[in-house]
Nanobody, 124 residues
Framework: VQLQASGGGLVQAGGSLRLSCAAS????????TGWFRQAPGKEREFVAA???????YYTDSVKGRFTISKGNTKKMVYLQMNSLKPEDAAVYYC???????????????????WGQGTLVTVSS
């Protein structure tokens, strides 16, 4: 499956952005999708994930601020980011885990397919 992430940009602290992840190349939508981020000099970290059935998972630092959801076509996954903080700045990647249907992992190594990343910059 091919993934295309978009929606990044520059936003002031406290602002909002919505990231989109478009999937193609696979007729089925029975897989989990995750969002990860990587800031300069840091390791890639889990942000949020959604299972095929719509169960959602978040890292503690974004709970209550970020929302992951699926689009009507099921091939789109969104990450609504509110109350952004400077520490949220990073390149955000979406990824697909075709081996998982009813849950979603927070481990990057479980995701075999990755998008190219979209840059989120948060000014203080």
């Amino acid at each position: 499956v091919q993934l295309q992430a978009s929606g990044g940009g520059l936003v002031q602290a406290g602002g909002s952005l919505r990231l989109s992840c478009a999937a193609s190349g696979l007729s089925s939508s029975r897989y989990a999708t995750g969002w990860f981020r990587q800031a300069p000099g840091k390791e890639r970290e889990f942000v949020a994930a959604i299972s095929w059935r719509g169960s959602t998972y978040y890292t503690d630092s974004v709970k209550g601020r970020f929302t992951i959801s699926k689009g009507n076509t099921k091939k789109m996954v969104y990450l609504q980011m509110n109350s952004l903080k400077p520490e949220d700045a990073a390149v955000y990647y979406c990824a697909a885990d075709l081996g998982r249907v009813y849950s979603a992992s927070n481990e990057a190594h479980d995701y075999a397919d990755w998008g190219q990343g979209t840059l989120v910059t948060v000014s203080s």
